[in-house]
C-alpha cells in the first residue's frame, strides 16, 4: 500500500498541500523529508512522538527523513498557541537541548545512512541581517503574515518581531534542504500548517512555480473524552527514562481507555492493518481481557526504551499485580514504586509491630498492627507475616536497600534502609 492510503488509514492526515502530487511522488520515488523540533527542552514527551511516528512511517517505506533540530530557530522561539511570548534560552542551554534531542532522535530512527539530522544554526546563523532582508524579507507579505493562524491568534495580546518572522525562519530552513539535500516534504503538526505553506511558496517563487515541494500536517490528537492527548494528572509522559521510567511509560499506554486504544494502535504502532483490525475485534468481543492495550503498551514500549525495558516493565506489571516481589531486582523497585508511599529506616532488626508503627508509620496503631498480622493482611518481601513477635531485618533481601510491605490486594509500601 502506498505510504499516503496508509497515512489516511490510520487517521494521521490533517492537511495536504497537494494530495495526488505527493501520492504520485511518494510511489514512483524514494523521498527526502522532514520535520523539525526546536531545543526548547531536553527531552520528548509523547505528544512530541507524535509527528516524527510519521517519519519513522516514510523511513521504514524506504524514504529518508531527515530530522531538523532548531538550534537556531530556537534561539528565537517559534509563537507558541499560549498567549504570551517565550523566554529566550541561553545559548550553552540550546546546545545542551540539542544534543540531548539529536540523541533521542537517534534511539528512535538509528545510525546508519538512511536517516539524518541537521541543524539550522548551521545554516541561518550565516545570514547577515541585511541578506535577511533583502533576499528573504521582501518575498513575504506582512498581509499573508498577519493571516497565519498562530500569528492571528496573538495579535490582540500581542507578538513580537522576533516571533512574527520565525515562519520566515522556518521557510528558509526547507529552501535550504529542498537546495542542498532535495528535500520535498515537510510535515508538522496541524498548527505547523502556516509554517509549511510559508515554505512551500517560497520555493515556489525562487525555485519555480513547478517544483514538487509539499506539506503534510497531522491531525491535533484528541482522547475519547474531549481532552488533549498526553496530558495526565501527573504531567507529561517524557521519552526521557530518568524522568519517566520505562515502567511508567509502560503503564501510561497500557491503561488507555476502551475508546481510544485502537486509534493509538494506529498512530504509535507499526502493526500491520489485518493485526489492528484483529485487535479493534477483541476490543469489542472481550474487553475486559485488554489485549489491545497490552500490545500498544509492548510495541510503543519497545520503539522507544527497546526489548529490555518491555520485559523489566512487564515483570514489575506482574510482580504488583500478583504480590510476588521476590524476585525484583532494585532497579525495577525503584521503578515500580516510585509512586507508592514511603519512609527511611534504620538498618538495625526491630518487632515487626513496633516497625510497623514507630519505624514506618505504615500502621496507625500497635493494636490495628496486630489485628492485621493476625488476619494474614501483611506481607513482607512478598512473604505472609502472622506472628506477632516476628522480627524485621532490613538487611536481609533487596541488597539491604527496601523492604517492601504490602497490606490486603493493592496497598503497597517501600520502607527504604539508610
Keep these: 500500500m502506498n505510504i499516503i492510503d496508509d497515512l489516511k488509514w490510520r487517521g494521521a492526515i490533517n ?34 512522538l507524535i509527528p516524527f511516528m510519521i517519519l519513522k512511517r516514510f523511513q521504514l517505506a524506504g524514504h529518508h527523513p531527515y530530522v531538523l533540530v532548531g538550534g537556531g530557530t530556537g534561539a528565537i522561539g517559534d509563537p507558541s498557541g499560549k498567549n504570551s511570548e517565550r523566554v529566550l534560552q541561553t545559548m550553552a542551554q540550546v ?22 539530522i541537521v541543524n539550522n544554526y ?7 541581517l541585511l541578506d535577511f532582508l533583502r533576499d528573504y524579507g521582501k518575498l513575504f507579505s506582512v498581509n499573508t503574515m498577519l493571516n497565519k493562524e498562530v500569528v492571528a491568534s496573538r495579535l490582540e495580546v500581542g507578538i513580537s518581531y522576533t516571533e512574527f518572522t520565525y515562519q520566515i525562519l522556518q521557510s528558509v530552513d526547507f529552501l535550504h534542504l529542498y537546495r542542498e539535500a532535495h528535500v520535498q516534504l515537510q510535515i508538522g ?14 520555493i515556489h517563487r525562487l525555485e519555480g512555480n513547478e517544483t514538487k515541494v509539499y506539506g503534510l500536517t497531522i491531525p491535533l490528537l484528541l482522547k ?19 524522568r519517566t521510567s520505562p515502567y511508567e511509560f509502560y503503564q501510561f499506554w497500557i491503561n488507555q481507555d476502551d475508546r481510544d486504544v ?16 484483529d485487535l479493534a475485534e477483541k476490543v469489542k468481543l472481550a474487553p475486559g481481557k485488554r489485549e489491545a492495550q497490552r500490545r500498544l503498551a509492548e510495541c510503543v514500549t519497545e520503539f522507544v526504551h527497546g526489548k529490555a525495558a518491555v ?30 508511599p514511603s519512609a527511611e529506616v534504620s538498618v538495625e532488626k526491630q518487632n515487626i509491630v513496633l516497625w510497623l508503627v514507630d519505624a514506618t508509620k505504615f500502621e496507625p496503631s500497635r493494636r490495628q498492627a496486630r489485628e492485621d498480622l493476625k488476619n494474614g493482611a501483611i506481607r513482607i518481601n512478598g512473604e505472609k507475616i502472622t506472628d506477632v513477635d516476628a522480627v524485621i531485618d532490613p538487611a536481609t533481601a533487596f541488597d539491604g536497600k527496601f523492604v517492601i510491605v504490602r497490606r490486603g490486594k493493592k496497598r503497597y509500601f517501600l520502607a527504604r534502609v539508610k
Design 122 to 128: 548551521d545554516w541561518l546563523s550565516k545570514i547577515s
Design 15 to 48: 492537511q495536504q498541500t497537494d494530495e495526488a502530487g505527493l501520492k504520485e511522488l511518494a510511489t514512483n520515488e524514494a523521498v527526502a523529508l522532514y520535520c523539525g523540533i526546536d531545543p526548547t527542552g531536553d527531552s520528548m514527551h509523547i505528544g512530541h
Design 95 to 116: 546546545n545542551h537541548n540539542e544534543a540531548a534531542l539529536s540523541a533521542q532522535m537517534h534511539k528512535l530512527f538509528g545510525n546508519d545512512d538512511n536517516f539524518t
Design 262 to 277: 485502537v486509534k493509538y494502535l494506529k498512530y504509535f504502532t507499526f502493526l500491520s492493518h489485518a493485526e489492528i483490525d
Design 311 to 340: 520485559a523489566e516493565a512487564q515483570n514489575i506489571t506482574n510482580a504488583l499485580f500478583t504480590g510476588d516481589v521476590q524476585n525484583l531486582n532494585v532497579a525495577e523497585i525503584e521503578q515500580g514504586f516510585k509512586g507508592v
Design 224 to 242: 475519547a473524552d474531549g481532552t488533549k492527548f498526553g496530558k495526565t494528572a501527573g504531567g507529561a509522559v517524557w521519552l526521557d527514562p530518568e
Design 189 to 202: 503538526g496541524a498548527d505547523q500548517w502556516g509554517n509549511i505553506t510559508a515554505g512551500t511558496d517560497l
